[in-house]
């Protein structure tokens, strides 16, 4: 299979790296690059020089991938992820999953900038993934499935790892950060959403609306990944009362954001 023998290629070339089994995957999302400050940095690979991995196209992602440590725990980060607004496939922008969990990963963390539907969102918050609606147009498990990715038919009763959000809800507590939680829908983007699309979103049950996380997540859960994913809100979708929103300001709250979540982040990784 055509995907396996690209995975073990990925693998090959970052096990050309000295550098032990990392334990954590991170992936960081529009303007949320701090926590590599958090990372006793041992290398720094561009995407495009490991084999089959797409290149970054939005500005705002760094486009590395990070082998280091966060205290003692070895982690291997993302800066900067694929979307499938950028025009790769589903397989493609999830492909980084695939080889860092057969890199040996026991645990995935992600972030990302999201708009705020719940009223109760303001920008800056930091909300924890409780459950997503998947929204977007194709799927990342589409086409044959390999037994060595785990089922043809994942349960998805409990996407987002409850261990893990505890570790998180422990540690935003003990750095007096407030982590709310919530539901995320993911859409194709690359607009942003009409007052009657807010409207509609919410109405289904979203408390937060991207163009991330969830293809990641449903193969973290085929692989039977724990994952858990913190969004940001850079904006709040307030059909009855929206203004204009552009993508400066959208990682410009991102980036205030950044450090707490960074902070919190680090805390969890560093005790694994
Ligand atoms: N909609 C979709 N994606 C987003 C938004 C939004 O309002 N804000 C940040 N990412």
């Given at each position: 299979?055509?995907?396996?023998?690209?995975i073990?290629?990925a693998?090959?070339?970052?096990?050309?790296?000295?550098?032990?089994?990392?334990?954590?995957g991170?992936v960081?999302?529009?303007?949320?690059?701090?926590?590599?400050?958090?990372?006793?940095?041992?290398?720094?690979?561009?995407y495009?020089?490991i084999?089959h991995f797409p290149?970054?196209?939005?500005?705002?992602?760094?486009?590395?991938l990070?082998?280091?440590?966060?205290?003692?725990?070895?982690?291997m980060?993302m800066?900067g992820r694929f979307?499938?607004?950028?025009?790769?496939?589903?397989?493609q922008i999830t492909f980084p999953v695939r080889v860092m969990h057969?890199m040996?990963?026991?645990?995935l963390?992600?972030?990302?900038?999201?708009?705020?539907?719940?009223?109760?969102?303001?920008?800056?918050?930091?909300?924890?993934?409780?459950?997503?609606?998947?929204?977007?147009?194709?799927?990342?498990?589409?086409?044959?499935?390999?037994?060595?990715?785990?089922?043809?038919?994942?349960?998805?009763?409990?996407?987002?790892?409850?261990?893990?959000?505890?570790?998180?809800?422990?540690?935003?507590?003990?750095?007096?950060?407030?982590?709310?939680?919530?539901?995320?829908?993911?859409?194709?983007?690359?607009?942003?959403?009409?007052?009657?699309?807010?409207?509609?979103?919410?109405?289904?049950?979203?408390?937060?609306?991207?163009?991330?996380?969830?293809?990641e997540?449903?193969v973290?859960?085929?692989?039977?990944?724990?994952?858990?994913?913190?969004?940001?809100?850079?904006?709040?979708?307030?059909?009855?009362?929206?203004?204009?929103?552009?993508?400066?300001?959208?990682?410009?709250?991102?980036?205030?954001?950044?450090?707490?979540?960074?902070?919190?982040?680090?805390?969890?990784?560093?005790?694994?």
């Amino acid at each position: 299979m055509e995907l396996l023998q690209q995975i073990a290629d990925a693998k090959a070339y970052l096990q050309s790296f000295p550098f032990e089994q990392a334990r954590a995957g991170i992936v960081l999302g529009t303007g949320l690059g701090e926590l590599i400050n958090h990372i006793k940095i041992a290398h720094s690979i561009p995407y495009h020089q490991i084999p089959h991995f797409p290149e970054s196209t939005v500005e705002s992602h760094k486009g590395h991938l990070v082998l280091g440590h966060i205290g003692q725990t070895p982690v291997m980060a993302m800066q900067g992820r694929f979307h499938y607004y950028e025009g790769y496939t589903m397989q493609q922008i999830t492909f980084p999953v695939r080889v860092m969990h057969a890199m040996g990963i026991r645990q995935l963390l992600l972030s990302n900038a999201a708009g705020g539907m719940n009223p109760g969102f303001k920008k800056g918050d930091l909300v924890l993934l409780d459950d997503h609606i998947n929204m977007q147009p194709e799927n990342p498990l589409r086409g044959l499935n390999s037994p060595a990715f785990g089922p043809r038919f994942p349960d998805m009763s409990r996407p987002y790892d409850p261990v893990l959000g505890q570790q998180l809800a422990a540690a935003a507590k003990a750095q007096g950060s407030a982590l709310k939680s919530g539901i995320y829908v993911s859409v194709m983007g690359p607009n942003l959403e009409t007052r009657a699309e807010y409207r509609f979103l919410r109405m289904a049950g979203a408390d937060l609306v991207g163009m991330s996380t969830v293809p990641e997540v449903i193969v973290a859960n085929q692989l039977q990944l724990p994952c858990a994913a913190v969004s940001v809100v850079t904006d709040e979708c307030d059909p009855d009362n929206l203004h204009p929103v552009s993508i400066e300001e959208i990682i410009a709250v991102a980036a205030s954001a950044d450090k707490k979540l960074s902070d919190i982040f680090a805390a969890v990784i560093a005790g694994l």
